[in-house]
């Protein structure tokens, strides 16, 4: 079985590159074989053009599958009394007070469900210097009114949502947010070498391994080791939303433990907790920290579970779990080296996920 995934991810990413969909990539299935968890690393092409050859060691900015990580560490802080989430949100943020924000829950927010809305460009008109105290209070303060109620309960994916969800874990718990997910997950699972806040480490020497994500109009310089997405960049790299960097294979272990507490493996606590972040949720796919398969035209294709539970990022990342199979399928580009306008993966995810999930069925 091994032999046939690692030959469908080996041809797909060879694919992936031969077609302009990125220049390289790196990817990780993880079966669930024996009593144990076993790791298929496989590697193509280049970091960028005329640069060196991708290799399972690779580093990729995980862009928003940095929001598993941080749901995932929200909830254990609230199962340790440290962060409710059925708490108001003005009740740790005061700043919320009197706005209708505040008066949603944590649950919401994490599940995209609050009326935050999408995304706003705060970094185009920040007055602050980047990642200052006062660049943080001028963004938040931004970012509280940018409320829609015709959206609430409904699934509206929201990086506001997660960038006060960050502001506040810090807050409740009195500690940075990158302290917070390293010493609740990464390096509880041994991947705290591997999957990482990049503005958190002070040694850059990381920055070798780790493949660009192109031109920033916004800081005018390509961006190694830098955080693409330009708001994170503004609240200096570390943010609820995005600033993660990590191997596949360290995300893939990351997969297989949601995937082992889904089946109770790590307990009956993180079994609730699994299974709470991961339930369907009324009007549409999105869940706390996750997102679901789509009937229709979904990232992680048709041949995975309808129980199957993902992320993707827009820098070309994606992780998919399938609990039913035990299956994790983890796939790491840049395709925003090729241009913040190259769509071609959108093509390409379906049918790299069918081709896995295929393979491994294939027995």
Request: hydrophobic share 45%; with cysteine.
């Amino acid at each position: 079985m091994s032999t046939r995934i690692e030959r469908a991810l080996q041809h797909q990413l060879d694919a992936g590159c031969d077609d302009g969909v990125f220049p390289g990539a790196s990817a990780c299935a993880a079966t669930w074989q024996g009593g144990a968890w076993s790791y298929i690393d496989v590697a193509a092409g280049v970091r960028a053009e005329g640069t060196s050859a991708v290799t399972a060691q690779t580093i990729y900015d995980l862009a928003s599958l940095t929001k598993p990580w941080v749901a995932t560490a929200a909830l254990r802080l609230h199962q340790a009394g440290v962060f409710d989430l059925g708490a108001r949100v003005d009740a740790i943020i005061p700043e919320a007070r009197g706005l209708p924000v505040g008066e949603r829950s944590w649950e919401e927010v994490l599940s995209h469900r609050s009326g935050l809305e999408a995304w706003v460009p705060f970094y185009e008109t920040l007055p602050e210097e980047p990642g200052s105290d006062a660049a943080h209070a001028w963004i938040l303060g931004e970012l509280l009114p940018h409320w829609d109620a015709s959206t609430v309960g409904a699934s509206v994916y929201s990086d506001l949502g997660y960038i006060l969800a960050g502001v506040a874990m810090s807050r409740a718990s009195g500690q940075p947010l990158n302290e917070i997910v390293a010493e609740r997950i990464a390096s509880e699972l041994g991947v705290d070498d591997t999957v990482f806040f990049g503005a958190s480490r002070a040694d850059e020497n990381w920055k070798a391994w780790c493949a660009p994500t192109g031109w920033s109009p916004w800081r005018q310089r390509i961006l190694v080791g830098e955080v693409h997405d330009d708001n994170c960049a503004a609240l200096g790299g570390v943010a609820g939303h995005a600033g993660m960097f990590g191997a596949a294979n360290g995300v893939a272990r990351f997969g297989a433990a949601c995937v082992a507490a889904w089946h109770g493996r790590r307990g009956a606590s993180e079994e609730e907790l699994m299974r709470h972040a991961t339930a369907v949720r009324p009007g549409g796919t999105h869940r706390l920290g996750w997102d679901g398969k789509a009937q229709e035209g979904s990232a992680a294709g048709s041949s995975i579970d309808a129980d199957a539970f993902g992320h993707l990022g827009f820098t070309g990342t994606s992780l998919w779990c399938d609990p039913r199979r035990q299956l994790v399928v983890v796939l790491l580009t840049n395709r925003v080296a090729v241009s913040d306008d190259n769509t071609a993966i959108r093509q390409f995810r379906p049918g790299f996920h069918d081709a896995v999930v295929d393979a491994f069925d294939d027995r």
